[in-house]
């Protein structure tokens, strides 16, 4: 197993990055592709307004990212405080089974707990066990709320 550097995410990073995004949007999730200048711009305003969101990357070897974790924040009024939504978590295939999901969650959840957040939120798909037994692993509750959606 190679080490791992997680860190957050830099210009520099932004073409790897945005491969790693097509990976998990359209290889992983099956969405539409995005436009590269919609995700492009999506990076450069996280890396711009930090206030509104965060990613975390994962670097194998120097400059070779194999994954990462976006966060956005938004705010708690139960508790009045920020709260973070935990939107991405995604690991290269052929880099899961050695930790980096793990170290991805614990990145995220230190950022939270050192910023005084109040909590992490996120949601997985129902059939994706392999990403609810990471979160089960990491100590994870399932939550007490119902979430809905509409389009």
Same mark, same amino acid.
């Given at each position: 197993m190679k080490t791992v550097n997680i860190r957050?995410?830099?210009?520099e990073d932004i073409p790897q990055l945005m491969d790693l995004m097509y990976q998990y949007i359209v290889d992983f999730?099956?969405?539409p592709r995005p436009s590269e200048d919609d995700?492009?711009?999506?990076?450069?305003?996280l890396l711009d307004h930090p206030?509104? /969101?965060?990613?975390?990357?994962?670097?194998?070897?120097?400059?070779k990212l194999v994954g990462f974790a976006t966060l956005?924040?938004?705010?708690?009024t139960l508790e009045v405080k920020r709260m973070a939504f935990l939107y991405d978590l995604f690991v290269r295939p052929d880099t899961r089974g050695q930790k980096v /999901?793990?170290?991805?969650?614990?990145t995220c959840l230190s950022y939270i707990r050192d910023h005084n957040y109040s909590h992490m939120l996120w949601e997985t798909a129902h059939d994706n066990v392999t990403a609810q037994a990471l979160y089960d692993k990491m100590g994870a509750q399932?939550?007490?709320?119902?979430?809905?959606?509409?389009k």
């Open positions: 957050r995410a830099t210009k999730y099956k969405c995700l492009k711009g999506l990076i450069i305003h206030y509104e /969101g965060i990613q975390f990357v994962a670097e194998e070897d120097p400059n956005y924040f938004t705010f708690n /999901g793990e170290t991805l969650f614990q399932k939550a007490a709320w119902l979430n809905y959606e509409i």
